[in-house]
């Protein structure tokens, strides 16, 4: 059984920072490619960071020098780092595991940017 679980989502101020966190389980963790994506109300869900098996990151244009994604093999886990958060930010997050056709989804996490 996959499981993808993110934690660390919440309510921040404009300014402020917040760290996500992916715990996975039933995957051999280190082949996979591991992305963070977010969907705000009433938008499609987007690809906010990329990290591929060897460590290479990819970042969408609106969090580029904000937000870094990290992963820990060892643990099975894998971070997202949300610096200078914006109210555009706000949206649910989720946790994407993806080798070739094969793809995971954790159940997403709230984050809200709001004074």
């Known amino acids: 059984q996959v499981q993808l679980v993110e934690s660390g989502g919440g309510l921040v101020q404009p300014g402020g920072s917040l760290r996500l966190s992916c715990a996975a389980s039933?995957?051999?963790?280190?082949?996979?490619?591991m992305n963070w994506y977010r969907q705000a109300p009433g938008q499609q869900r987007d690809l906010v960071a990329r990290i591929t098996t060897d460590g290479r990151t990819d970042y969408a244009d609106s969090v580029k020098g904000r937000f870094i994604i990290s992963r820990d093999n060892a643990e099975n886990a894998v971070y997202l780092q949300m610096n200078t958060l914006k109210p555009e930010d706000t949206a649910v997050y989720y946790c994407?595991?993806?080798?070739?056709?094969?793809?995971?989804w954790g159940q997403g996490t709230q984050v809200t940017v709001s004074s």
């Open positions: 039933g995957v051999p963790f280190y082949i996979y490619e």
């Open positions: 994407n595991a993806r080798l070739l056709a094969l793809t995971y």
